[in-house]
């Protein structure tokens, strides 16, 4: 931990910057008090009065984003009794959420998840925590107090032009709460089946000028599954520790500094399906791996006057990883400005940012690199303006962003959106985009063992590897988008269309090398890919103290491979997605929620499944509070994800499960 922390003092807090409010949403009261289970009113649900920032990189009412956005509120994460962000997640209509086992996750939007998938960008507070190595998420080493997050934003679909390249399928921004709504001490205790025991803090307090800082750690260690993995004993125990903090400090009524700060340490087991370096046949192996992450942002926000605001943020973070087939260790540094600013009735939102990654890959019997990349960067700007064609009625927007990567050179990433409100209760809106996947760095120098072939039967099995290549173009998506929304006093439709085509899409071509006799899976970058669908999202309140919610999608994939090349992630094949959410109050202190999804299609080789969720909420007291959740509820043990041409994962049935948890407000 000191040499973590001793690498990051040579960064100073460098920021100055306005108060647009970018990611910055102050409410008034916590979020935990004594009305904790009072009835969620319809307003809080629909989008008419929701801010959000993600989808213009500036605050405006949900209800007008050109883009299929969704937000997911901090009282629907406590009502609905998820432990984690990808638990939280599933109840996000469109999400492709896939439980690999315990630990694992395969997550994306409007694409097949995989374990490793890269074209969703998620971000805390607008700090992206992808990895380098294969530019996605280690969903097990994001653990952060659900209790403190204000909402999650998600929008689906391209984002590549504010948030830069690898936003091409969607945006998951986790908004955390302004420390002037946690003045509180809070502690969360958790017990199931799964989680054998969780315990969460949070302190918070006031400072001079109107100031304020909260403290928040936890523990957690859960179970590993029944015996009943695919091919062997399941291994999927786990332990976390966190701890962190965020000072918000406010020097005059235009002046503000954020301060924040989390490290995470997770200690976990998995299941491999590795080749045998002798023999080269698949084995099934356990292997316990840990992460490290640390992280540390600054962001200083200023209002200049009525009409422009400036954002200035700094941040840096460290992944550090040990598996048994892979090392890594990353440091990486980002700096972001923003102007927002109004020229007479044209909104101009621009600015720029720099990233730079400190690579450090130890090559192991399993992966190694095949050129000394120690690290890469990249840097670019973007431009936004918004017209009022008709003012409160007709708006378009158009933008480009333009970054430079030591990859693939420059890239461009153009929008134009138009909306339209006919009246206060129908919203039209259209967009075309074009979005940039850069290759991971494992694309581009990595070669990983893979499971041997014989030519012949009889003979042994030839040694094969999948390597990457310094070849590699950046794949081009360009994405067209309908949506419509209609709004009265207790209901509201959210709908939305999409199609997108990708060129240089990753494939893989196999070559046989008869002076090595090894099979060489060669990653190529020359595939084509068309993704259509869409997503429809239905929120009702019949009558008070009872809400509901209903979610539907579709998403159909199609490759088109030259000649003696295949997918290397995912294959020709559909997915459909039904939820359906309900909040019912049963009495001041009592409520319960409920979440039914079904899933159906052949994305990822499994049979379609239908699952319960159920959680009751007790308020015990004015700061006393106990719930108890059923998981994974009628449909019994299944299989979320069976992606067997994936390296290394093997993944565990998923089984029903409980969690009782008391929460006190000190």
Do not use: C
């Amino acid at each position: 931990m000191k040499k973590l922390l001793t690498r990051y003092g040579f960064i100073s807090l460098i920021v100055i910057l306005l108060n647009q409010t970018w990611f910055v949403s102050i409410v008034k009261a916590d979020s935990f008090d004594a009305n904790q289970l009072a009835s969620l009113e319809l307003d809080e649900l629909l989008a008419a009065d929701v801010q959000v920032t993600s989808a213009m990189k500036r605050l405006q009412n949900m209800s007008d984003s050109a883009a299929s956005i969704y937000v997911l509120s901090n009282k629907e994460i406590m009502r609905s009794g998820v432990t984690t962000v990808p638990d939280a997640l599933k109840l996000v209509p469109g999400m492709q959420i896939r439980q690999v086992d315990n630990n694992q996750w395969a997550i994306t939007l409007r694409s097949t998840a995989g374990r490793y998938s890269s074209k969703l960008l998620v971000m805390i507070d607008g700090q992206s925590i992808y990895n380098p190595g294969f530019a996605g998420v280690y969903w097990e080493a994001l653990n952060i107090p659900l209790y403190d997050i204000e909402r999650i934003e998600v929008i689906r679909g391209q984002g590549g032009l504010l948030w830069g390249s690898n936003a091409t399928n969607g945006v998951v921004n986790i908004i955390s709460k302004h420390t002037a709504d946690t003045h509180s001490a809070f502690v969360q205790l958790e017990k199931g089946s799964v989680v054998e025991g969780k315990a969460n803090f949070r302190v918070g307090g006031a400072l001079a000028n109107y100031s304020s800082f909260r403290l928040f750690g936890g523990v957690e260690r859960s179970e590993e599954s029944s015996a009943n993995q695919i091919s062997l004993a399941p291994s999927d125990d786990g332990k976390k520790q966190t701890v962190g903090g965020r000072v918000d400090l406010n020097f005059n009524d235009d002046t503000s500094l954020l301060l924040q700060t989390q490290y995470t340490h997770i200690n976990m087991g998995q299941n491999l399906k590795l080749s045998n370096l002798v023999s080269y046949e698949d084995e099934y192996l356990e292997d316990q791996y840990t992460r490290d992450h640390l992280q540390l942002m600054a962001r200083f926000e200023q209002r200049l006057s009525a009409d422009s605001n400036q954002m200035l943020q700094a941040s840096i973070s460290s992944q550090k990883g040990e598996q048994l087939f892979y090392k890594d260790d990353f440091f990486i540094t980002d700096i972001d400005y923003q102007m927002n600013t109004l020229v007479n009735d044209v909104q101009l939102d621009w600015g720029g940012n720099y990233r730079y990654n400190n690579i450090s890959v130890s090559d192991t019997d399993y992966i190694s690199s095949l050129t000394e990349v120690d690290s890469y960067h990249q840097f670019g700007g973007f431009l936004q303006a918004q017209f009022n064609l008709i003012p409160e009625t007709l708006k378009l927007i158009i933008g480009n962003k333009t970054e430079k990567n030591s990859f693939t050179g420059w890239e461009h990433q153009p929008m134009a959106r138009l909306s339209w409100r006919l009246d206060e209760n129908h919203f039209f809106w259209g967009a075309v985009s074009q979005g940039v996947r850069i290759p991971s760095l494992f694309e581009y120098n990595g070669n990983a063992l893979a499971k041997g072939i014989r030519l012949m039967d009889g003979y042994p099995l030839f040694k094969a590897d999948v390597v990457g290549s310094s070849e590699l173009e950046a794949e081009t998506s360009l994405s067209k988008e309908l949506g419509y929304r209609y709004q009265v006093k207790n209901w509201d439709l959210d709908f939305s269309l999409f199609h997108t085509k990708s060129k240089n899409v990753l494939a893989i071509k196999s070559d046989f090398d008869v002076s090595t006799n090894i099979l060489h899976h060669n990653f190529v970058a020359n595939a084509e890919l068309i993704t259509f669908g869409g997503e429809a999202v239905i929120k009702w309140q019949p009558f008070a103290g009872f809400t509901t919610e209903l979610g539907y999608s579709l998403t159909s994939y199609e490759y088109h491979l030259p000649e003696k090349t295949r997918e290397a992630i995912g294959y020709d094949a559909y997915l459909r997605q039904f939820i359906s959410k309900a909040n019912y109050e049963i009495s001041k202190n009592h409520s319960v929620f409920a979440v039914y999804r079904i899933e159906n299609g052949e994305a990822y080789g499994t049979d379609g499944f239908s699952v319960l969720d159920l959680n009751w909420n007790w308020q015990l007291s004015p700061i006393t509070s106990l719930s108890f959740s059923g998981m994974n509820l009628l449909y019994g043990r299944h299989l979320e994800y069976n992606n067997t041409s994936e390296t290394y994962t093997v993944a565990t049935y998923i089984e029903p499960s409980y969690l009782v948890r008391l929460t006190m407000k000190l």
